[in-house]
């Protein structure tokens, strides 16, 4: 029987020949990935493990992103607990303030995942690196300190949904509006347990961002994991980016698959996912209309180059409404730097928005945008759940970066082929 990507990979790093859906294996692992909220609970179990050190310092990432710089006690306490760890073990990717990022935006940016790899993390995003072609996938933090102890983690071998993507989107329309458009159609629970594989020659008109934000937001249709193939395009991102080589896997034609999709991206409108589930979908052309107090553009989905510079282009020369907030976030220092470089801050900031440092902060309801009772926010963002930004009276329409700033501008959700 012919196994898919995901397969194929879990396979490789079992020292298997030949793995199925729903067979428990152990697996090599080429990065555990923790951050400020996740990393305490995980060192506090190692600390059980008496006299048992980190597998590999080279191979544990632990990033300080969520409420960073520190907004609390609280928090300040957490991190001194991880660099603490850091330091004692002598881990070599700590990044802290001055140096971080948001997690799943700065880990490939720096090189540490490739294609081939098998990367787990404390944080139910991890799933952004199979757009480089790698199996990632999100894990509780006693999973991260047995994987940071031993090296190794335990899988249930999942099996796949394929989507074809076919054609080429329109201006407006950017990777995040096709995997709302996906999460829309097949729910927030189609994909449980599964590995989405997205194929097609579509995929060769989404750029290396359009490919993290799809795989990035896996998770919230069930998915174990994303995964793409690894064309030009991302071979072209990993020799830029990292000096580690990689292994590109390609889905046997026989793989089995539970089901198919096809998408025709030329057919798709900007999306928009209505409060409180990522599966509330409607077409801009059945949102538009809807009042917002805030915006938020930037998070481990949507802040990277491609996202900025959209954003950018939209309010450049045009003012963000009186009495909205709109805060924007690049998601490194690096993005934060190229952003100035390129003239964008400066079109943010004459427009009336705020620039911050690189933190989650917002997205889940930590701090940099905290929703008041009835407030509205119009997001990039990947959850809406009830309460995820603030009070449970609160609502957020999560978009793309192209609808969240024409959204800016006219204090409601916007169509910005209309401006």
Not at 396 to 419: C, F, K, M, Q
Request: glycine share 10%; net charge negative; with cysteine.
């Amino acid at each position: 029987m012919g196994m898919t990507m995901t397969q194929k990979i879990l396979a490789a790093h079992a020292g298997m020949d030949q793995v199925e859906a729903g067979q428990l294996i152990e697996a090599d692992l080429d990065l555990v990935l923790g951050n400020d909220i996740t990393s305490p609970v995980a060192i506090h179990e190692m600390e059980k493990m008496e006299g048992k050190g980190v597998f590999h310092k080279d191979k544990i990432a632990l990033v300080m992103d969520h409420f960073i710089p520190n907004k609390d006690i609280k928090s300040a306490e957490h991190c001194k607990c991880v660099r603490e760890f850091a330091c004692k073990h002598e881990i070599s990717n700590y990044f802290d303030v001055g140096e971080m990022g948001i997690e799943h935006a700065l880990l490939p940016e720096k090189g540490l995942t490739v294609a081939g790899d098998v990367i787990i993390g404390a944080d139910s995003h991890t799933c952004t690196y199979g757009a480089l072609g790698a199996f990632s996938t999100g894990v509780g933090s006693t999973d991260m300190a047995a994987g940071m102890a031993t090296g190794k983690a335990w899988f249930k071998v999942p099996s796949a949904i394929r989507f074809r993507l076919t054609g080429k989107p329109s201006e407006w329309v950017s990777g995040k509006d096709v995997i709302l458009h996906i999460i829309g159609m097949i729910g927030v629970d189609g994909a449980l347990y599964k590995s989405m594989e997205f194929v097609g020659d579509g995929i060769a008109s989404l750029s290396m961002d359009d490919r993290f934000t799809i795989a990035n937001m896996a998770i919230e249709a069930g998915g174990k994991n994303g995964i793409f193939p690894v064309d030009e395009i991302a071979e072209a991102y990993m020799r830029e980016h990292s000096k580690r080589s990689y292994k590109i896997y390609e889905a046997d034609d026989d793989a089995q698959y539970d089901a198919e999709y096809t998408i025709d991206l030329g057919a798709l409108r900007p999306t928009v996912s209505f409060p409180h589930l990522p599966d509330n979908t409607r077409t801009i052309d059945e949102a538009a209309g809807v009042s917002v107090d805030q915006v938020v553009i930037g998070s481990c989905t949507n802040g990277r180059m491609d996202d900025l510079r959209c954003a950018a282009k939209i309010l450049e020369g045009r003012q963000v409404k009186k009495g909205l907030r709109c805060i924007v976030i690049p998601a490194t220092q690096a993005i934060y730097l190229q952003a100035i470089e390129e003239g964008l801050v400066q079109r943010f900031i004459r427009a009336g928005a705020v620039v911050s440092t690189p933190t989650c902060g917002p997205c889940l309801g930590g701090y940099m945008g905290i929703l008041a009772a009835g407030e509205r926010c119009v997001s990039t963002t990947n959850r809406n759940f009830v309460g995820r930004m603030g009070h449970v009276d609160s609502e957020v329409y999560l978009a793309s970066p192209a609808v969240a700033a024409a959204s800016a501008i006219t204090g409601e959700i916007t169509d910005p082929a209309s401006l």
